[in-house]
């Protein structure tokens, strides 16, 4: 979509726009690289020594307590941040404080009731063996539950970096544990004792900051008004979460342990994803950094967001079809290479995976829109579709295929669910589709599978790795340059952002960039 012709005022908006998503990117990138190395090697080293049996009745327990924590937030984390977001955006501070100052006094009730119920649950429900593990790991509930609230403030605030510290800090705890533990012969146990520790670290370390700069805030009553919009719009929260987690958040290893005998399945079913969200870091940056601008400027201007969606969409799709289809396609190595021949089953899940994971890209920034446009009805029609969608595949076919049968039901869930959010998105600010666009970019990533998957049988799999991964890039831009996907609007776009780089990098990516789109050298 071409954008119409803007005054040297709109452009200095939109430079300012670009300047605090890339910034936010750049801080949220540190945090969710130290996540990735940090779970990658714990997870990779706990399903080496530990084995997939073992490990899927770990990562089944896991599941339900984050879960349970999902559904506690009950939504009042999500409203606090399209609220005060709205409200910042317009220069209502005292509102806002208000705003974060309600919901933290919700959630910390909520935190307390569900913590001891699960508490109860793991004392009653639980078997012998896992009991105690699983009594460290529902005690964690209550500071991830907490720190929700004063997290979704810092992004309301547009202030990623906030989030980073307590995030380095706890899970730099939980390394040592998890080494400790695997060395000692803790196991589970350690690792339980872990992810308290972290958890509650991190929940200080991004709490006390908070409260500070709330603290010098005016203080201005909530009035009834908003008040009931803010009860309101959590109580669609708290309906959205619960079909959410049937679609995000691997609700098929329920399916799993109650439709298949095989619990080493949920294992293969955890790896694959695992490895698949460790590659959707890229556009999840992006999109964290997208979704936070966008709820604060529909406060501050409206009419610029469609030209935001416009071309977040089009990066997003940009920068997860390589990574996504590349990851695929490297599987037979890639597994065996990393988990070992106890884990080759789940070659065929990662393929699917990492296929069908272009729509947990593209999602969030949609969601993030209709959130901001208080469509929490549609958000949850659509989600509820995709929710049916993923539940009748998951009944069909995990009784004869397993974790496949599970990767496939949740990837037609979530490709069901981004294609009915673009959709409602498309009408609400009257977005076109670039299908040229759209068809270009799947055809580059088409090019690239088509010479990484040959390298699975003609090379050791650390070798097709490695070489793999340089030589999908490679083909993957040099396609981009052939198929003219980018043009002189984005290279100006993308040489701004590059801006703060240092001398020695820059130069370079402005070539790259010039090469690309055709952009002039200024930038």
């Known amino acids: 979509m071409k954008s119409e012709a803007t005054t040297p005022g709109q452009k200095a908006a939109h430079r300012s726009l670009a300047g605090i998503v890339s910034r936010n990117s750049f801080w949220y990138s ?72 309600r919901a933290q006094r919700i959630q910390m009730m909520t935190a307390g009731v569900i913590t001891v119920a699960g508490l109860g649950v793991v004392a009653l429900a639980v078997d012998p063996d896992y009991r105690l593990m699983s009594m460290f790991m529902m005690l964690s509930l209550f500071p ?36 400790a533990s695997l060395l000692t012969g803790w196991d589970l146990l350690g690792v339980a004792i872990g992810i308290f520790v972290y958890r509650t670290v991190e929940m200080l370390v991004r709490l006390l900051p908070v409260k500070a700069w709330m603290s010098e805030l005016p203080q201005e009553p909530l009035g009834e008004d908003i008040a009931r919009q803010l009860r309101n719009y959590s109580g669609q929260g708290m309906i959205l979460m619960a ?127 209709l959130q901001s446009y208080s469509k929490m009805g549609t958000l949850i029609g659509w989600t509820c579709v995709a929710a049916a969608t993923d539940i009748a595949v998951n009944l069909v076919l995990i009784p004869r295929y397993g974790a496949w049968g599970a990767a496939l039901a949740n990837g037609a869930g979530q490709m069901v669910g981004a294609i009915g959010l673009w959709w409602a998105v498309g009408r609400l600010c009257q977005l076109r589709p670039a299908w040229g666009t759209l068809g270009k970019i799947i055809l580059c990533g088409a090019g690239e599978v088509a010479v990484l998957v040959p390298l699975n049988g003609w090379l050791p799999p650390w070798q097709a790795v490695t070489v793999g991964a340089v030589l999908g890039s490679l083909v993957y831009v040099v396609l981009l340059r052939v198929l003219r996907v980018l043009g002189p609007d984005d290279g100006e776009r993308l040489a701004r952002a590059c801006g ?24």
């Not at 929700?148 to 040592?176: C, F, H, I, K, M």
């Not at 089953?345 to 990492?354: F, T």
């Open 30 to 101: 540190i945090e969710l690289f130290f996540e990735i190395v940090v779970g990658f090697s714990t997870s990779i080293a706990m399903a080496r020594l530990i084995g997939p049996t073992a490990l899927g009745y770990f990562n089944l327990v896991m599941w339900l307590i984050n879960m349970s924590g999902v559904f506690g937030n009950l939504g009042v984390p999500l409203a606090a941040r399209k609220f005060m977001a709205e409200f910042m955006g317009r220069g209502q501070l005292g509102l806002a404080r208000a705003v974060y100052e």
């Open 500 to 523: 703060k780089l240092p001398e020695r990098g820059k130069r370079p990516a402005l070539s790259l960039i010039h090469w690309l789109t055709g952009a002039g050298e200024k930038a």
């Open 144 to 179: 991830n539950m907490v720190l929700a609230v004063p997290s979704q403030a810092n992004l309301a605030r547009e202030d990623t970096r906030a989030n980073v510290w307590g995030s380095l800090v706890g899970q730099s705890l939980y390394v040592v544990f998890v080494v």
């Open 243 to 369: 079909v959410h987690i049937l679609v995000w958040n691997r609700s098929d290893m329920i399916f799993l342990k109650w439709l298949t005998s095989d619990t080493a399945q949920i294992s293969f079913y955890a790896a694959a994803f695992n490895l698949t969200e460790r590659a959707l870091t890229l556009p999840r940056i992006f999109s964290t950094a997208s979704g936070a601008t966008l709820m604060v400027q529909y406060g501050r201007d409206e009419s610029r967001l469609r030209p935001m969606l416009d071309v977040s969409s089009r990066y997003l799709l940009l920068c997860s079809v390589p990574v996504l289809w590349g990851l695929g396609a490297l599987s037979p190595s890639l597994i065996p290479l990393l988990y070992g021949p106890l884990y080759v089953p789940a070659i065929p899940v990662l393929s699917l995976a990492a296929a069908f994971g272009i729509a947990a890209a593209l999602a969030p920034v949609a969601t993030a829109t």
